[in-house]
């Protein structure tokens, strides 16, 4: 009988590296699903996008509504 470090080591080789064969397209997959370029370009565009003026109370989203800033 093979002892029990051979044995995990085979299996860590064969499901190990399927496992993560199958996480990363996974990954890929949901990341270049249908609908979520929209997702994905205000994502991008968060670092630009009061660029020209600071952000108003009234441009804020609801859940940041709630939040005000410490220094006045």
Do not use: C
Request: aromatic share 12%; charged share 25%; glycine share 4%.
């Amino acid at each position: 009988m093979e002892d029990t470090y051979t044995v995990l080591q085979v299996i860590a080789r064969s499901w190990g590296a399927m496992f993560m064969l199958l996480v990363f397209l996974g990954v890929i997959l949901f990341t270049l699903r249908p609908g979520s370029r929209k997702v994905h370009r205000d994502t991008a565009n968060i670092p630009f996008r009061y660029d020209d003026r600071p952000m108003s109370d009234d441009d804020a989203p609801a859940q940041s509504r709630q939040f005000k800033e410490a220094r006045q």
